[in-house]
């Protein structure tokens, strides 16, 4: 039996912190908890905008490990937060996946009893701007915290 080697490296400047970690849930953990502590220690007040963050954060890299890459420890996610000054957060989320229609989901209604399908509407809802690449498996992100 083999043994899967899980990932998990991480790069940080003044300016972005870069992450590459084998698709599981507890890599997603230590993502946003090294996330909050980058950004509170490198953006003024931003204490009040940290919930915001760390859900759609969440939501992105649990859709990249749960949908995009099937929870597959073998497959990796790529997530880098790059900061344009004291304004603005930009995220980036990619994974191995076959992507999906996110067209398609962008307009499908949000069924409250449903435990999915939430992810765009809290997208949209919490950051400023949000675009895939045509094959839907790169996210990107940006929220303007002067808006």
């Not at 899980?6 to 972005?16: A, N, S």
């Not at 590459?20 to 993502?31: A, H, L, P």
């Not at 760390?54 to 099937?70: D, K, S, W």
């Not at 809802?125 to 915290?145: A, P």
Request: with cysteine.
């Amino acid at each position: 039996m083999s043994r899967i080697k899980k990932i998990f490296i991480v790069q940080q400047t003044r300016d972005f912190i870069n992450f590459v970690f084998s698709s599981t849930m507890e890599n997603i953990d230590d993502v946003c908890e090294q996330t909050s502590r980058y950004l509170c220690s490198t953006i003024n007040d931003i204490d009040d905008e940290l919930f915001a963050i760390n859900l759609v954060i969440r939501e992105g890299l649990t859709n990249a490990v749960r949908h995009g890459n099937g929870s597959d420890p073998q497959k990796k996610v790529r997530f880098k937060v790059t900061l344009g000054g004291q304004s603005i957060i930009k995220l980036m989320i990619q994974d191995e996946g076959d992507g999906f229609d996110w067209k398609k989901q962008q307009s499908a209604a949000c069924i409250e009893e449903e435990d999915h399908g939430r992810g765009i509407p809290i997208m949209g809802k919490y950051f400023t701007r949000y675009s895939y690449n045509e094959k839907g498996n790169i996210l990107w992100l940006e929220k303007d915290l002067l808006s």
